[in-house]
């Protein structure tokens, strides 16, 4: 009965392979073809899968009608696990993990997109990249045998157990998601992986996406690993705090000692009134990872620290003169028309500007074009790392020198007399 249940299944996953590609079919299993169970059991590789699906009393629900997709792992995958795992689990926990392998719809390998994120039997997101015949689940389980095609859905063999997030570290948990790499990049590079994978800690992280990284790419290749650690650890919280621990208004200190200003309104979630929580609760062993739309920035979300203080005042309507300096990396000269005035990378300026009813201020490019300025029209004015805050009263102008605007940043000079410029010199970061 087994050989001629093995030769059906061959001839009939050829005819299938020929006639179909994927498909959501509903219809009732033909008892003459085999099942995607039949399959398993009559393959020796699949023995451990089989016999965990016994013990928890799946079998009968993937004899059903599905259809299913099936990420069937082999018996050395199950052997891969660390020693003792899969004796320790309860049936509840066991459950949760073979169901993380199973779709509720036929899924075959054209149907799969580059990137894609996939909801399981169990609830949680499976992560799949596809690459010509290369597909990979969860960024460490590749599929090493396609489309076997049953009578309600297909097996796709997979050379590791996927791991639902219930059973994974915030690290882990960020690594089995393709559009979460910059990240994790950037937490290897940093060298902080070992302390996020600490079993016995609780954290909770605001992770940003490759696409928020990119949006600042130019800031994040100037960092010195130092200042990469800095901005890291102002997206980790040292407690785990799921959504609905989280209130309006609230205020939470991070793993590097700086804040974030948490905002809910009708039920969206921001932090710092500028990244968006666009993927909550995703929580883990040791913590709780919320995806977020935008790199936080420290001192980003409210008042950051102050570096240095520029005074500046007018001669008539004929040039600027500096009337002080105050704090780190600035060098001008007092009292001399239309002075040069010489800043540092990567640190936070206020200008103050005495003049300013009749004499708004505004930083220039090389080629004329406003970068900020206390009118508000600059083409940085909301660059988020560059955080510019303009006192409308006095005209005090904040900002961080930092990517586009350290890089661009030429002159300074007074919106309406073109006579009242002088050059701005930006000495680079110190790495």
Known sequence: MKLFQYILAIISLAFLASAC??????????????????????????????GALTQVNLVGALEGAGPFTVFAPTNDAFDALPDGLLASLTDEQLTEILTYHVLEAEVGSAALQPQQSVATLNG?????????????????????????LASNGVIHVI??????????????????????????????????????????????????T????????????????????????????????????LQ?????????????TVGITEGVVTINDSAVVTS???DGTNGVIHVIDSVLIPGGGGEAEVNGTITINNVGSSAWVVESIDGEGISADTGVENATITLQEGLRYELVNLGAGNHPFQLRDADGDILIAAAGNGNLQDYEPANVVVDEENGTITFTLTGNLADWVATYNCAPHASMEGDIVVNSAVL
């Not at 949680?124 to 990979?136: S, Y």
């Not at 696409?211 to 650890?233: N, Y």
């Open 21 to 50: 590609d994927s498909t959501t079919s509903t219809s009732a299993v033909d008892p003459q073809e085999p099942t995607i169970v039949d399959i398993a059991v009559e393959d020796d590789n699949f023995s451990t899968l089989v």
């Open 124 to 148: 949680e997101e499976i992560f799949i990249t596809a690459q010509g015949m290369n597909v990979d689940i969860n960024g460490n389980s590749s599929v090493t045998t396609a489309d076997v």
């Open 159 to 208: 050379d590791q157990v996927l791991i639902p997030d219930a059973f994974g570290t915030v690290v882990d948990n960020a690594q089995k998601r393709y559009f979460l790499s910059a990240l994790v990049d950037a937490v290897v590079a940093a060298d902080l992986a070992g302390a996020l994978s600490d079993p016995d800690a609780e954290f909770t992280v605001f992770a940003p």
């Open 210 to 245: 490759n696409d928020a990284f990119a949006a600042i790419q130019d800031v994040v290749d100037g960092l010195s690993i130092e200042e990469l650690t800095e901005v890291l650890l102002y997206h980790v919280v040292d407690a785990r705090a799921l959504s609905g621990d």
């Open 248 to 260: 309006d208004g609230q205020t939470i200190t991070t793993l590097g000692g700086g804040e974030l």
């Open 280 to 282: 909550a609760d995703n």
